[in-house]
C-alpha cells in the first residue's frame, strides 16, 4: 500500500479519500462481474498474494461450459 513507498508520483501523492474511492469503484466492478475481475488479498504475505493471484488467474482460464 500506500505505507511501503518511498517515491510519491501523481496518483500516489494523491490523498487516502482518492485511493479509497478508487478501491471501492474496483470491488464494485468485482461485484457486478464476478467471472471477469477477481479479487485478490494482498495484505499478505507475497508468497501467498501471489499464490492466490496465480490460482486466480489459472481458474479463469479454465474451460467452462
Known amino acids: ?9 501523481r496518483i500516489s501523492s494523491e490523498g487516502v479519500e ?4 478508487v478501491r471501492r469503484g474496483y470491488l464494485a466492478l468485482a461485484e457486478a462481474e464476478p467471472d471477469r ?3 485478490v488479498n ?9 499464490k492466490n493471484a496465480l490460482k486466480a488467474i489459472a481458474a479463469s482460464r479454465e474451460v467452462k461450459p
Open 18 to 21: 482518492f485511493h479509497e474511492s
Open 42 to 50: 494482498a495484505r499478505d504475505d507475497t508468497e501467498t498474494v501471489l
Open 1 to 9: 500500500g500506500l505505507a511501503r513507498q518511498t517515491a510519491l508520483d
Open 37 to 39: 475481475i477477481k479479487v
